[in-house]
């Protein structure tokens, strides 16, 4: 929304987004979705991250960890032990969240 916006008062928000990538690489591409005078420009980005979020060890499963990390094909966990029970059988029991 560029309502009371400016150059020098953009009105930075933070946004999440979550993805599986289904090859060893990905494209991401960023594009307006609305029209307009300027419709050419796109949206304004600004410290865009990309992270794996795929659990290696058990350590990364505790004290909440379990709520950020997802499985290899991208499911998230239910609890603390499914992730757990994820990294003992190296893989073989997939997230049931």
């Not at 690489?25 to 005078?37: E, H, M, R």
Request: proline share 2%; charged share 15%.
């Amino acid at each position: 929304d560029t309502t009371g916006k400016t150059n020098t008062n953009m009105g930075w928000t933070a946004q999440t987004y979550s993805f599986v990538a289904t090859t060893t690489s990905t494209s991401l591409t960023f594009a307006s979705t609305t029209g307009g005078v300027f419709p050419a420009f796109g949206p304004a980005l600004d410290n865009v991250s990309v992270t794996d979020n795929i659990v290696t060890s058990k350590d990364q499963c505790k004290n909440g960890g379990w709520e950020n990390l997802a499985d290899s094909s991208g499911n998230a966990f239910k609890n603390q032990g499914d992730c757990v029970s994820f990294v003992a059988t190296k893989g073989k029991n997939l997230a049931a969240g």
